[in-house]
């Protein structure tokens, strides 16, 4: 299964979105909250249930150990969002000052994040935040850069406004540039529209020279329970945003696999040590605390 990055220029919805694909995939799903300037998740969709003891940051004090120490933090700090343990969120950081420390954890992470995806079968989701840029190139600590190259894909959401696509625009070369000179390929970037605003698809396309891969639409009450928890909005599991969600996890992963036979580049396959505790975890399960 793919590894999917969302980024944005400025809150066009990547966490919401991000979420509404966790939920709504027919695989089992992970997302992992690796917004350097904080996630809200924790505040927001799950209503304080989960505390700062649990998350992210703690996997920078466990990389330095080695990598069966980061798999096995890794595996403890997950957060089911189902009953089965099916979805599961790495919920990210408390405070934004905590980034710095994350820089060195990125790349063993991602290996991390692989090895959920191409050997226990999950849909991986990041939640990158906005992309924050330095002399034209992804800024070293106010984005997690290395997540963002080896990602499947790396998903750019905008929204069919001309705010939207206005921002949008300044970063979509430098993203591309980035992708081809260190990352899996200038062809992992596309589009994710929210279908807020005049444009469609096409046109959104076309202005920013980059594939929709998927699209999701504009339901703010759906949307404002993802963002700020609570009760689900009525007619939630019918809702549009839940099945065109789940439409573009299938659209998602059908991207990634052409990807891989245009390019045959083979599955990546995890050091020992993380593949043994990730597949032990997937085995298992999620569990809570
Ligand atoms: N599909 C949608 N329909 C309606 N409203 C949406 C949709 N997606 C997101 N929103 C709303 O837009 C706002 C911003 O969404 P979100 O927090 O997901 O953006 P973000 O890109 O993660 O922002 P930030 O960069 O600040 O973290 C929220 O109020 C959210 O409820
Ligand atoms: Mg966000």
Same mark, same amino acid.
């Given at each position: 299964?793919?590894?999917?990055? %969302?980024?944005?220029?400025?809150? &066009?919805?990547?966490?919401?979105?991000?979420?509404?694909?966790?939920?709504?995939?027919?695989?089992?799903?992970?997302?992992?909250? &690796?917004?350097?300037?904080?996630?809200?998740?924790? $505040?927001?969709?799950?209503?304080?249930?989960?505390?700062?003891?649990?998350?992210?940051?703690? %996997?920078?004090?466990?990389?330095?150990?080695?990598?069966?120490?980061?798999?096995?933090?890794? $595996?403890?700090?997950?957060?089911?969002?189902?009953?089965?343990?099916?979805?599961?969120?790495?919920?990210?950081?408390?405070?934004?000052?905590?980034?710095?420390? #994350?820089?060195?954890?990125?790349?063993?992470?991602?290996?991390?994040?692989?090895?959920?995806?191409?050997?226990?079968?999950?849909?991986?989701?990041?939640?990158?935040?906005?992309?924050?840029?330095?002399?034209?190139?992804?800024?070293?600590?106010?984005?997690? *850069? =290395?997540?963002? @190259?080896?990602?499947?894909?790396? #998903?750019?959401?905008?929204?069919?406004?001309?705010?939207?696509?206005?921002?949008?625009?300044?970063?979509?070369?430098?993203?591309?540039?980035?992708?081809?000179?260190?990352?899996?390929?200038?062809? *992992?970037?596309?589009? #994710?529209?929210?279908?807020?605003? =005049?444009?469609?698809? @096409?046109?959104?396309?076309?202005?920013?020279?980059?594939?929709?891969?998927?699209? #999701?639409?504009?339901?703010?009450?759906?949307?404002?329970?993802?963002?700020?928890?609570?009760? =689900? =909005?009525?007619?939630? $599991?019918?809702?549009?945003?839940?099945? @065109?969600?789940?439409?573009?996890?299938?659209?998602?992963?059908? $991207?990634?696999?052409?990807?891989?036979?245009?390019?045959?580049?083979?599955?990546?396959?995890?050091?020992?040590?993380?593949?043994?505790?990730?597949?032990? %975890?997937?085995?298992?399960?999620?569990?809570?605390?």
């Amino acid at each position: 299964m793919p590894v999917t990055a %969302l980024v944005s220029a400025k809150s &066009c919805g990547v966490t919401t979105s991000a979420l509404a694909l966790t939920l709504a995939s027919k695989r089992p799903s992970l997302l992992a909250e &690796c917004d350097p300037a904080g996630g809200t998740l924790r $505040a927001g969709f799950l209503q304080g249930e989960v505390g700062a003891g649990q998350g992210l940051y703690h %996997l920078a004090a466990a990389e330095r150990t080695g990598p069966e120490a980061l798999a096995g933090a890794f $595996a403890s700090h997950l957060w089911p969002l189902d009953e089965a343990g099916h979805r599961k969120l790495l919920p990210g950081l408390t405070d934004p000052g905590q980034a710095g420390a #994350l820089s060195r954890t990125w790349p063993m992470l991602s290996e991390v994040l692989h090895v959920m995806a191409e050997e226990a079968g999950h849909d991986v989701f990041i939640d990158a935040g906005r992309v924050a840029l330095e002399s034209g190139r992804l800024h070293t600590s106010l984005t997690p *850069a =290395p997540l963002l @190259h080896q990602a499947d894909l790396v #998903l750019l959401v905008v929204r069919g406004t001309e705010q939207s696509l206005t921002l949008a625009r300044h970063i979509i070369e430098p993203l591309r540039t980035e992708l081809a000179e260190r990352g899996s390929g200038m062809d *992992a970037l596309g589009l #994710l529209l929210i279908e807020e605003g =005049p444009a469609r698809a @096409h046109q959104v396309a076309d202005a920013l020279k980059t594939p929709v891969l998927g699209a #999701l639409p504009f339901e703010p009450a759906v949307a404002g329970f993802y963002t700020n928890g609570g009760r =689900p =909005p009525r007619g939630y $599991a019918r809702s549009g945003l839940l099945r @065109h969600a789940r439409t573009a996890t299938e659209q998602l992963e059908a $991207a990634a696999s052409r990807r891989r036979i245009q390019q045959q580049y083979p599955v990546r396959t995890g050091s020992v040590q993380i593949s043994g505790m990730l597949q032990r %975890l997937a085995e298992r399960g999620g569990r809570r605390g």
